[in-house]
């Protein structure tokens, strides 16, 4: 099964089972491409947010008119900021940042309750790498893309470019099918 991906100068589609690696400076408009990436040819989508509360996710996919109801959050990081969590049908938490496992968990959970096209938005290894460490990140994202091959989904895995040294982006780089490359200028290449 194939998935389009309609993110500008990337291919038309892409084979399920596949993650992509979105490389992006510290302050790069990662937003408009993750949404791009979620909202074309989707049944369910699952945001793993371990960069922003599941509040801000669900503003950040209204305002960029993504259907919400076809969402799913897990979030990371409410528990690190002091802020209540609330779970409900859609919106899930781990116990800490540094929950890597539940992290994995959580999206197995989802990949094996949800049909159809489903696709996975991880934001970000880098702070996973962050929370944890790089090591554990890695097998954390190996992990992931190997749930990914299983259930015929897609994901999008986004890694800052300005926090890792070049070692780490090429040891990264070569777990994925493709490499999107969003510069400081907001353009967009593939590899």
């Given at each position: 099964m194939d998935y389009t991906l309609a993110i500008e100068n990337t291919p038309d589609s892409i084979p399920g089972g596949t993650g992509l690696l979105l490389l992006h400076p510290s302050i790069g408009e990662t937003d408009r491409i993750d949404t791009d990436f979620l909202k074309t040819d989707t049944d369910h989508f699952l945001v793993v947010s371990t960069r922003t509360t599941a509040r801000e996710v669900e503003q950040k996919l209204e305002y960029y008119d993504v259907d919400e109801s076809r969402a799913v959050i897990l979030d990371s990081i409410s528990v690190e900021r002091g802020y209540s969590r609330r779970r409900?049908?859609?919106?899930?938490y781990v116990r800490s940042p540094d929950d890597l496992a539940g992290i994995v968990e959580q999206v197995r959970n989802f990949l094996e309750t949800h049909d159809g096209k489903l696709r996975v938005s991880v934001d970000s290894v880098?702070?996973?790498?962050?929370?944890?460490?790089?090591?554990?990140a890695y097998a954390a994202t190996e992990e992931l893309l190997d749930l990914l091959k299983e259930h015929d989904a897609v994901g999008l895995f986004h890694l800052s470019k300005e926090v890792h040294d070049d070692e780490t982006l090429d040891r990264f780089r070569e777990l994925f099918y493709g490499v999107i490359d969003l510069n400081v200028d907001g353009d967009v290449s593939y590899e």
């Amino acid at each position: 099964m194939d998935y389009t991906l309609a993110i500008e100068n990337t291919p038309d589609s892409i084979p399920g089972g596949t993650g992509l690696l979105l490389l992006h400076p510290s302050i790069g408009e990662t937003d408009r491409i993750d949404t791009d990436f979620l909202k074309t040819d989707t049944d369910h989508f699952l945001v793993v947010s371990t960069r922003t509360t599941a509040r801000e996710v669900e503003q950040k996919l209204e305002y960029y008119d993504v259907d919400e109801s076809r969402a799913v959050i897990l979030d990371s990081i409410s528990v690190e900021r002091g802020y209540s969590r609330r779970r409900t049908e859609n919106i899930h938490y781990v116990r800490s940042p540094d929950d890597l496992a539940g992290i994995v968990e959580q999206v197995r959970n989802f990949l094996e309750t949800h049909d159809g096209k489903l696709r996975v938005s991880v934001d970000s290894v880098t702070e996973m790498a962050y929370y944890a460490d790089v090591d554990e990140a890695y097998a954390a994202t190996e992990e992931l893309l190997d749930l990914l091959k299983e259930h015929d989904a897609v994901g999008l895995f986004h890694l800052s470019k300005e926090v890792h040294d070049d070692e780490t982006l090429d040891r990264f780089r070569e777990l994925f099918y493709g490499v999107i490359d969003l510069n400081v200028d907001g353009d967009v290449s593939y590899e």
